[in-house]
């Protein structure tokens, strides 16, 4: 009986399919891979092998529940020999409901080590099923972000964890309290082998890019952003592009500072830092865990726009515990930035497995939020898939509401 391991692959989930065939390049395994795009899958599986036991890998958000649950299903149905492990923030926060849905495999937390143990006791012939929890945390320089042999690059995850622990947020459920960091000798061995392969955009993926090389993830430590970047600029030189403190990361608003400014401005390219506000209610935010007052992202956007960067501020709607009081502090303070040149993202509160406000409703655009949004929207100053946001939570909320009754 032959194995053959294939992972799903779409836009939400591409960075961790990229980490995970990067964690079995750098493996022993001479075990047959295939990736299959969403769009692909149908003609796929007409083609299905009898004498081959399938390992089909999916990493999903919860947004993407009821089509990883109609796709589980279709996949089933389908295919008789096969072993499905399911992982990802959804499945972190609720492995339960991932069995539920057809997962045989859940693998919680940090897959890396898990998922090559899993595979190596599946193709031993072990019959293995269940929950699995990661033990630990991974150190990011024994695993590649990207594959080489399949040509999967894409931002470089330069750090995990957070010390802050956002009551909204599963990054600290799933990755620790504790920022880790990739070492700058390993990130800068990646940058060649994508300079080399004319790959000269770099981007990060880090919960907090003005953090990188912390040993708390509280403090901005200058030396290591500086090493960082200037090493990458040696390595791609003025044709080559860094993006730091912009998508697909953020920054803080009290890390902000001159001194951060100056690094970016004098070594990477980017026009614009995202900027993680929020609230515009103080008793929010602090009820929301953030650590931040409104007065660090006032000051954030401020210097922002004095270095001639675009300030792109991160707002969710709908929080739990919002009173008619706390919108109208958060839609003044939107209009206030406003003026003063930000942008605003949008998005509204969705409760996500594992967070401590995973039992709240989510939010709704509706009143002072939706009135702004209709007075913004044409200026093109404010943007997101809030109204996206809203219909999906809504629907998750109903359906995961209605299974514990």
């Not at 993926?205 to 960082?228: H, M, Q, R």
């Not at 960067?309 to 502090?329: C, H, R, S, T, W």
Request: proline letters at 4%; aromatic letters at 12%; one cysteine or more.
């Amino acid at each position: 009986m032959s194995y053959k391991i294939l992972f799903y692959d779409n836009k939400q989930n591409k960075y961790s399919v990229n980490a995970l065939l990067g964690a079995l390049e750098g493996s022993f395994k001479p075990l047959e891979v295939e990736v299959i795009s969403s769009e692909k899958l149908g003609s796929w599986l007409e083609n299905i092998e009898k004498d081959t036991v399938y390992i089909f890998c999916v990493s999903f958000f919860t947004t993407q529940f009821f089509e990883i649950e109609a796709l589980l299903r279709k996949i089933k149905s389908k295919i008789e020999n096969i072993k499905i492990i399911v992982g990802g923030p959804h499945a972190s926060g609720d492995p339960e409901s991932a069995i539920k849905i057809g997962a045989d495999i859940v693998v919680v937390g940090e897959g890396e080590k898990l998922f090559l143990d899993i595979i190596d006791r599946i193709i031993s012939g072990e019959d293995v099923k269940g929950i699995f929890k990661a033990k630990g945390f991974v150190n990011l320089d024994e695993f590649s972000p990207f594959s080489l042999k399949f040509k999967r690059f894409g931002p470089i995850e330069i750090s995990r964890g957070c010390p802050y622990g956002c009551y909204f947020c599963q990054t600290p459920r799933i990755f620790g309290g504790v920022m880790r960091h990739r070492s700058v000798e390993k990130i800068l061995d990646l940058v060649k082998v994508m300079n080399n392969l004319n790959l000269k955009d770099i981007r990060f993926v880090t919960p907090n890019a003005f953090a990188y090389g912390s040993n708390t993830g509280k403090d901005v430590n200058l030396v290591k952003i500086e090493e960082l970047l200037s090493g990458i600029r040696k390595v791609i030189g003025k044709k080559g592009r860094i993006f730091f403190g912009s998508f697909p990361s953020e920054v803080r608003p009290e890390h902000v500072k001159e001194e951060t400014l100056e690094l970016v401005k004098t070594y990477a390219n980017n026009d614009n830092l995202v900027i993680g506000a929020q609230s515009g209610s103080q008793r929010i935010l602090d009820l929301s865990h953030r650590a931040h007052t409104v007065e660090d992202v006032y000051k954030a956007v401020e210097l922002t726009l004095k270095y001639n960067l675009k300030a792109n501020v991160d707002f969710i709607f709908g929080l739990p515990y919002e009173e008619e009081k706390d919108i109208e502090e958060t839609v003044r303070f939107i209009e206030e930035l406003v003026k003063m040149g930000a942008k605003v993202h949008a998005h509204t509160f969705m409760p996500l497995p594992g967070t401590p406000f995973a039992k709240f409703p989510p939010g709704k655009i509706e009143g002072l939020y939706k009135k702004v949004i209709n007075r913004l929207l044409p200026k093109g100053v404010i943007f997101g898939n809030f109204r996206e946001q809203e219909k999906i939570a809504w629907d998750l909320y109903k359906y995961f509401s209605s299974k514990e009754e």
